[in-house]
């Protein structure tokens, strides 16, 4: 077996072939799992192939009833679930229980929503009036899962639950760093669900999340970086295999004149220092009216000197990943070189593993700050004229994951203005935990909706079916054409388009489906 998997510092570290699981915490190791090859991947993928069938062919109420059974047994072990999260990914525990529920949360709406969803529909037949017209959605077979480990549970599950409502089997990679939950989830579906391997977990690094991208899986739901997501669409379009692409962010925050400075500071400081920063829709930047700019600015660096570090009533936990701190320090120093200062924090805010949060001010566009994403406890903060300033350079980003607004008149205008796939108005991150809200972003941060009905479209084809209802007295649909056929035509365009009585009920009819 081929080991070519590269080490973290603070993640799984590499032995031959198993990967050891670090707490980034303590550095203890607290678990290992196998380095699955290329053909183990597409082992597991043959035996999803044969579970999609044996799951397809239950009908839907049983589907239903399976995943409830899931649902409740991950319920039952909910605290189990949180500690494993807490050790692997070393956020404190009460994040992970919130991350624990978030998922649930959207393993229930996908069971739910499921048969309402992808019920067949009837569309407009339009011009062929003597047909029937209807649109079908059928389950795509297996699909390849490939998570991070910033969220282990929450972000897998936005995929993993919408893909098993609609019908699909999964192999699920979670991160090398966050592999244990992966498997728990696995094991707990392999003993409440009658299907055997519907949901597999495959282990290993990128070389094993490359094999699952090129293997014979029907789609890729990839929830990662966007220079991994470029690898995994290369891979993938070996086979033309369709893709779902959740990639990063560079969330922006605008404060308009006539927001309620408080609350937005406070939010701002919630959704960039959550998780230690280390969320695809974290705030990465904060664009503030400089009618309110110095009471924002005094609120975050307060709030920001009181975040708790480490410990067990903590508000933010260690970083993950190591290597992450060191592209946390890189955007700090190029922003203070460039300019910057900061009012809380800075690069010597290191502590082993732990990164107390840094605030900055004068930042300009031109800055890594600005740009890429930190992925740490950090906010950068622009001053600019109003809301509308704010709107039109949160735009100049190659990124649009989420963003947040806080303001008042013409809040919800310039909020539709905001490049970005979520919005939240007057307050940050909330879409994410409404499961009935489409989630994806647009650009350097992918394509493809998970949540919602559209998270389960995802997982299927759309078919389009014609039934022949009655004969029509000129059959287009054949060489039997009438000698006058071409003047019938013509006579029928201008009834029909050109805009007068037949027109409009025709109009009217369509709108109707
Ligand atoms: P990575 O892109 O590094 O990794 C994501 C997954 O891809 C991991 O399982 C990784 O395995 C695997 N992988 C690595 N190389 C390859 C490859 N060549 N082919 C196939 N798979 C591969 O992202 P991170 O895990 O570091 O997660 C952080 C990123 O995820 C951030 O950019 C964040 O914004 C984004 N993200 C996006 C979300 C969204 O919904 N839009 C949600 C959450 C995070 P391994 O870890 O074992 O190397």
Redesign the pocket.
Known sequence: MAVT??SSTT??TDNSNV?NVLNPSTGEVIGSVPIHSEAEVNASVSRARQAAQDWQALPMPARKSELDQWRHALAARADDLADLIHRENGKPRVDAIVEVAMALNHLQHATNRAAKALAPHRVSPGILANFRARISYHPLGVIGV??????PIF?PM?SIAYALAAGNAVVF?????T?LIGRLLADIAARTMSVPNLVQVVT??????????RSAVDKVA????????R??MA?ASENLTPVL?????KDPLIVAGDADVDKAAEAALFGALSNAG?????VERAYVANSVYDQFVSRVVDGAKRIRIGGEDADIGAMT?SE?IDIIREHISDALDKGARAVVGGVDTVDGNFVRPTVLVDVTADMKIMQE?T?GPVLPIIEVQDAEEGVRQANQTDFG?GSSIFGTERVRELADRIRAGMTSINSVLAYSAIPSLP???VGE??FGR?HGDEGLREFTRTKSTVEQRFASPIDLLSFNLPANTYDRVRSLIKRLYGGGVVDRASSMISKLF
């Open positions: 998997e590269s993640g799984a990967i490939i998570g991070p480990w910033n969220y972000t936005g990679k979670p991160s090398e760093l592999p290993g690094g990128g070389t094993t999340g490359a094999a699952l991208a990839f929830t990662g970086s966007s220079a991994t997501g690898k995994v891979a692409m959740e990639l990063g962010g280390q969320a695809c829709i974290s990943r992450q994403e992925f994951l989630f994806g972003g941060s992918g998970i």
